[in-house]
């Protein structure tokens, strides 16, 4: 390899690694973490849904900023209004509550036919936690969680923040494939109903899925 190849070489490696780092930096300065939490998926054969979000969630940026003395109080009192504003928009939210350090206690539950509307997801679709998205041509349905970068999860995990909970997803569909953690019969829903259950201990888990057949 000659001289240019190598400075080229560098340079794009370079320009890769400090992407990644504006990568991190997007997500990480818009992100709301579920921190602790309970979630639960319910959905039919015939498509009907219903999804609840019961938990704990921190705006990152506002979490940091005050671990790292950043922003005032005054400064924080400000940014909680507008998470508040920005989430109150949601009619799906009936509980909203800022306790401390960027962190809100929240219960969020919606219902319908997914059949109808293709794509649910907590919080938003560019900002989600878990979502819910039907396929019209195979006809599946998946459930899954967000995907983060290793590189986010370990800026997430050295600012002290992290993940705990668990998802639970109940169905009578026919499932094609899933990573569960847990699964039973769940005949108290009915007939050919399965419970699945996903134990989030940390930030570093497997991101939960599973895909499901309608009909």
């Not at 809100?104 to 979502?131: A, C, M, P, S």
């Not at 019209?136 to 050295?158: E, F």
């Not at 169905?171 to 899933?178: E, F, G, K, L």
Request: proline content about 3%; overall charge positive; hydrophobic content about 40%.
């Amino acid at each position: 390899m000659n001289i240019l190849s190598r400075i080229n070489n560098k340079l794009f490696k370079k320009i890769l690694r400090n992407g990644f780092v504006v990568i991190a930096v997007m997500v990480l300065g818009s992100c709301y973490l579920p921190v602790r939490f309970d979630a639960e998926i319910e959905i039919s054969k015939r498509g009907y849904y219903s999804f609840i979000f019961d938990g704990y969630i921190a705006k990152v940026p506002i979490f940091e900023g005050l671990q790292k003395r950043k922003i005032t109080p005054e400064q924080e009192k400000k940014q909680v209004a507008d998470v508040i504003k920005d989430l109150q928009r949601d009619v799906n939210l009936s509980e909203l509550k800022y306790l401390n350090k960027g962190h809100f206690k929240v219960h969020w539950q919606r219902e319908g036919d997914i059949l109808k509307e293709k794509t649910v997801t907590f919080i938003r679709r560019n900002e989600y936690f878990v979502g819910i998205s039907y396929n019209k041509n195979t006809g599946r349905v998946q459930v899954s969680g967000r995907s983060l970068a290793r590189d986010t999860k370990n800026q997430i995990n050295d600012m002290g923040l992290g993940i705990q909970g668990e998802i639970r997803v109940i169905t009578d569909a026919n499932v094609v494939s899933n990573n569960a953690t847990t699964i039973r019969k769940f005949p108290k829903k009915g007939p050919g109903y399965k419970i699945y259950i996903w134990k989030i201990k940390n930030i570093f888990a497997p991101t939960p899925v599973i895909t499901m057949a309608l009909g």
